[in-house]
């Protein structure tokens, strides 16, 4: 008989082994039984791998999805997540409050102050779509799963008890290899500035001309005056300030938006930053350059 070259021959000719053995009347059922024995045998001697629970907690992935934790202080009542959940099982109610001005004569402002967070856990599908939409990181998820309650009705649970599950949210996990953390996160971009307020320091922190130093040049109309009328007003008093200089002309500010700076944005390429980032840094060196004048 020829030797099997492959496993799967090997185990068929073990099957018709062992169907031959069991066709037999005598060896049959007590090859059978043998054959059983072995198996309970062999998972007898086998370590358990059972967890005891609750005595020794189970070791959770850091990504578990156990219950949504609340942040208050975060939330701004801006119902977004209420908006997106596919089940309806978030629960917001709020009320406007009028914040008196700082500066007097300003106008008071309003602002939603909330009453009530809820979330239906017994509605909730754990799809985490609440927690991406959030905009300012109010809803995290924790790896807590304890919150088991007799009756489906208790399933509701109030801000209070989603603030306490924040004591179990872990930090995020460190970036896998290769990965290249957020911009935003790491050197967050400042908004775009007015052109007025960029140059309003310059002109408020020049120095004055020293009381020795000789004026500033005349315009074209002054230099035709007579000799004796310019060397009479070449000294004036120390006491007397210098004329200010005629208003400028208002500046016009360019809303248009920002162009991409070739040169910058080919640059950043260069040097391995992302599409995205290289381009708003060339939109930011555009901008720049408009301010200046170049």
């Not at 977004?80 to 978030?90: A, F, G, K, Y």
């Not at 872990?170 to 400042?190: D, F, H, Q, S, Y």
């Not at 020795?212 to 007397?240: D, F, L, R, V």
């Not at 809303?255 to 040169?263: A, F, G, L």
């Amino acid at each position: 008989m020829p030797m099997p070259r492959s496993k799967e021959e090997m185990l068929e000719r073990m099957r018709a082994m062992e169907k031959k053995i069991a066709a037999k009347p005598v060896i049959g059922p007590a090859f059978g039984l043998v054959k059983g024995l072995s198996v309970t045998l062999k998972t007898m001697t086998r370590r358990a791998v059972t967890q005891q629970y609750p005595h020794v907690m189970p070791d959770l992935p850091p990504r578990t999805r156990g219950v949504i934790a609340f942040k208050e202080e975060n939330c701004t009542v801006c119902m977004l997540c209420s908006r997106e959940c596919p089940d309806w099982c978030i629960y917001i109610e709020s009320h406007k409050d009028t914040v008196p001005p700082k500066t007097p004569g300003a106008r008071a402002r309003t602002r939603n102050v909330l009453d009530r967070f809820a979330i239906d856990f017994a509605l909730c599908m754990y799809c985490g779509i609440c927690v991406e939409v959030c905009p300012f990181d109010a809803l995290f998820w924790s790896p807590h799963f304890e919150y088991s309650e007799m009756s489906i009705e208790e399933l509701v649970h109030e801000k209070d008890v989603l603030g306490g599950w924040m004591d179990t949210v872990l930090p995020p996990p460190a970036l896998e290899e290769g990965a290249e953390p957020e911009p935003e996160r790491e050197a967050p971009m400042k908004a775009y500035e007015p052109v007025g307020v960029a140059a309003a320091p310059a002109v408020a922190t020049a120095a004055p001309a020293p009381s020795g130093a000789a004026p500033a040049a005349a315009p074209a109309e002054a230099t035709a005056a007579p000799a004796e009328t310019a060397s009479a007003e070449a000294a004036p008093p120390p006491e007397a300030a210098p004329a200010a200089a005629p208003p400028a002309a208002a500046t016009v500010e360019d809303h248009s938006p920002p162009e991409i700076d070739d040169e910058t944005y080919q640059r950043e390429l260069a040097a391995g930053k992302p599409e995205r980032v290289a381009r708003a840094l060339a939109k930011k060196a555009s901008v720049v350059k408009r301010r200046k004048g170049g």
